[in-house]
């Protein structure tokens, strides 16, 4: 009989990718980890684990029983669930990235509150080059993230719900006299750059975008944090390239929109595999339903 713990044990090393990865990730000694997972391969009587130099990989059966097993862990918890009766309840792992926090999370946790009192909903920010990565880990239960991220993996067991639709607009400080109409980034290469932490979704759009242009942006500041940058922006030191979503309007800044339209789409993801707890569905649902800013599109 397959030993759930253990499956989680395979399931954390498909996705973070070391035995020592996993032991600090679960709080283990990296031995315990492997001899737990030396008892999986003698429960299931199949090779798992192969080692390459120091390190181990999964072998194609291993990698197979890994998929499955979220599958089987997701199940588990829907049992469980359904044990406890019908309504939703339990707690639900939300992650988001940093400017749908306000504008979808915090909403929907707050109308689940109301409508389902046993149902928690634990928000976690987290960026898109992060969130899918967390979600097929179990760290997070859905993610709401962008489909518009080069380096994202989403594939067929992930199901994606389309929230919104978000512009990219050129950010600069309110008291700058800018030509009118939308930005042409081109005219802006000399200009200092706020930009976002390396490899992060909006680093890697930024950069793409204003070689495309035909240069390299100068990096003035480099911050994960969107009040940070506007805050940066607001006192004169830098432009910033953000979404739409991430203009917060208490701070005093201009906003154009670009001559080449660039837009991100916001989704919703999930797990796809096996019947899906009621709490889950009740948190998609509910994030389908927030009302939605003017400055983004529904889809």
């Known amino acids: 009989m397959l030993n759930p713990w253990r499956l989680r044990l395979l399931s954390r090393l498909a996705v973070l990718g070391t035995v020592r990865a996993v032991a600090q990730d679960v709080n283990l000694s990296a031995s315990t ?18 080692r390459t130099g120091r390190r ?33 309840a339990g707690l639900v792992r939300l992650g988001a990235f940093q400017s749908s926090l306000h504008t979808f999370a915090v909403p929907a946790a707050r109308r689940l ?3 389902f009192p046993r149902l928690e909903t634990e928000l976690a920010e987290r960026e898109p080059h992060e969130s899918v990565r ?21 594939g067929p067991d992930l199901e994606i719900i389309r929230l919104a639709t978000d512009p990219i607009v050129l950010v600069t ?24 932490i390396p490899h992060s979704y909006l680093a890697n759009l930024t950069l793409r975008l204003c070689r495309e242009s035909g240069f390299e942006p100068r990096a ?49 993801v999930a797990r796809r595999g096996s019947p899906r707890r009621a709490a889950v569905n009740a948190v998609l649902a509910a994030l389908r339903e927030v009302p939605l800013p003017a400055t983004v599109e529904p889809v």
């Not at 980890?33 to 798992?48: C, K």
């Open 33 to 50: 980890v492997s001899h737990q997972l030396a008892v999986l391969e003698t429960e299931t009587r199949t090779r798992l684990l192969e």
């Open 56 to 88: 181990v990989r999964l072998t194609p059966a291993g990698q197979k029983l890994a998929w499955q097993a979220r599958a089987i862990l997701d199940h588990l918890d829907a049992v469980e669930a359904e044990l406890r009766g019908d309504e939703p």
């Open 113 to 115: 509150a109301e409508t």
């Open 134 to 154: 967390a979600l097929r880990a179990g760290d997070s239960d859905v993610v709401i993230t962008t489909t518009d991220f080069a380096d994202l993996p989403l």
């Open 173 to 196: 400080a309110l008291d700058r006299a800018d030509p009118a109409g939308p930005a042409v980034l081109a005219d802006y290469a000399g200009e200092p750059w706020a930009l976002d």
């Open 220 to 268: 003035a500041c480099r911050f994960s944090n969107y009040l940070m940058t506007l805050q940066h922006v607001e006192a004169g030191l830098s432009i910033a390239l953000l979404p739409g979503l991430a203009v917060d309007p208490r701070y005093r800044v201009a906003t154009k929109p670009l001559a080449a339209p660039v837009t991100r789409t916001i989704v919703a």
